[in-house]
């Protein structure tokens, strides 16, 4: 039974996938079009014989282009467990269980009825929007990861109303020997009133029509399992799923006219650093205060990012938001603060490749990162500042309105030059392009703004 329920769901996910990438280990099975729904995009290892140091290495690699990193082990073991998790990575174990025998009892279930996917939308939607982790976009990726499943196989979708509202819902795929019941949800307004044994057991009664085998999965520490086993379900495998979760930050996003501004994936910097290597200024004028673009080499520049993500924290951080234009990286708008629960004090810099400069996109990347800290985070105040000779960084701040503060000097290439410091007050500030400013919620703990 378990190799049958195993070749279903192998169908399954690669008939779901919209990009496939063999390894040594396993298979990269992605789809590009919903980035951030983690069961669509994951490193697949059968389990026994793997090596836990090239899968993680493997993972690395094949899963650049994502900000979490997702192995799940289809024949689960503790030992292969335990050694991802000395590698960074959080278990969960699914356990598959098949129906053997009768119900311990049945339930009205005249409230549930087969419906369109697209009546469910609604109610999925706000089921996720309603989790701490959850918004709109994640939620319409949700939504777009379920049609890629609808593709790859038959899927029935049932619902149990009350009072003419969607209140429960669950689906039913089926290759026509093998059916599996999914996505179990009661609404939260509707739960304690066992929607969710009613549904699972309207679904199980239509499956076992006309199909062979029958199964589910079950978190291995989470109540449900009790539900189906009681629905006579028993266990007959495992399936482990280890997670590395983003940064939380990677949720930010900043979006003026024509930028968005956001942390990127390693695969990203590494398009970003193409952009940096082919250029940003002549190079007999060094416009930093740090000559980081003498000497310029990729693995440094990655580490550079990941050391600001890796150390950030409410007392001193920096955090370097890339631009993309037309979804390709152009520079970078940094902003960084010490101790800005009490100095309420931001810091900012920036860089673009040298294609991309003077057409206002500066502007719009100032403007941007100076709503997040004025309107965003609370900031007072905001400070910057030009090396002598860099005309176009000054111009950028003369259209906020900047006041120079002093000078200073700095020496980037060990000779000094003339540093001007400004400074720009929050009732001060008037953004020149409108800036939105999406999924800051949960986040301010982390600046040092509560």
């Not at 399954?12 to 063999?22: F, I, M």
């Not at 009490?342 to 991309?356: A, C, I, K």
């Not at 939105?436 to 703990?445: D, I, P, Q």
Request: aromatic share 8%.
């Amino acid at each position: 039974m378990i190799v049958q329920i195993e070749g279903f769901r192998r169908a399954l996910e690669l008939g779901a996938a919209e990009r496939r990438v063999p390894a040594t280990q396993g298979v990269g099975l992605f789809s590009d079009s919903v980035p951030n729904v983690y069961d669509a995009n994951f490193f697949s290892v059968d389990g026994p014989g793997a090596v836990p140091d090239r899968i993680a290495a493997e993972t690395e690699s094949v899963m650049e282009r994502y900000h979490h990193r997702r192995v799940i082990v289809e024949r689960g073991e503790d030992a292969l467990a335990a050694a991802l998790m000395r590698h960074g990575y959080q278990l969960s174990t699914h356990l598959v269980l098949a129906h053997a025998r009768e119900p311990d009892r049945r339930v009205d279930t005249s409230m549930v009825r087969e419906v369109e996917f697209e009546q469910l939308v609604p109610a999925r939607t706000a089921t996720t929007v309603a989790e701490p982790w959850g918004d709109h976009e994640i939620a319409t990726q949700l939504n777009g990861a379920k049609r890629l499943i609808m593709r790859a196989v038959p899927t029935r979708f049932f619902a149990a109303t009350v009072d003419g509202q969607i209140a429960s819902y669950c689906e039913l795929r089926s290759d026509g020997h093998i059916a599996q019941i999914e996505d179990v949800e009661a609404v939260h307004a509707y739960r304690g009133r066992g929607l969710g044994r009613a549904i699972v057991q309207y679904a199980l009664d239509e499956a076992r029509r006309d199909h062979e085998v029958v199964f589910l999965e079950a978190l291995a520490d989470d109540w449900p399992r009790l539900l189906y086993e009681r629905l006579g379900f028993d266990v007959v495998g495992r399936r482990d799923f280890l997670t590395k979760f983003p940064h939380p930050l990677t949720r930010l996003r900043l979006r003026t006219p024509r930028l968005e501004l956001r942390l990127a994936t390693v695969a990203e910097l590494r398009q970003l650093y193409e952009v940096a290597a082919s250029g940003i200024h002549e190079p007999s004028f060094m416009p930093f205060e740090f000559a980081w673009t003498d000497g310029l080499n990729e693995p440094n520049f990655l580490a550079y990012h990941a050391e600001k993500l890796a150390t950030f924290g409410a007392e001193s951080w920096e955090l370097p938001l890339v631009a993309f234009l037309d979804g390709r990286p152009v520079g970078v708008q940094s902003v960084s603060a010490q101790g800005f629960a009490s100095e309420h004090t931001v810091s900012t810099g920036s860089w673009l490749g040298r294609p991309f400069q003077g057409q206002g996109l500066g502007t719009e990347m100032r403007a941007a990162v100076l709503t997040l800290a004025f309107d965003g985070l609370g900031a007072a105040t905001a400070r910057s500042g030009a090396i002598q000779g860099n005309a176009q960084s000054l111009g950028v701040s003369q259209k906020f309105a900047y006041e120079h503060t002093g000078i200073s000097t700095v020496s980037p290439r060990n000779i000094p030059v003339e540093h001007a410091n400004l400074e720009l007050l929050r009732e001060r500030f008037r953004s020149p392009v409108p800036v939105e400013l999406a999924g800051l919620a949960g986040l301010l703990e982390l600046f040092g703004a509560l």
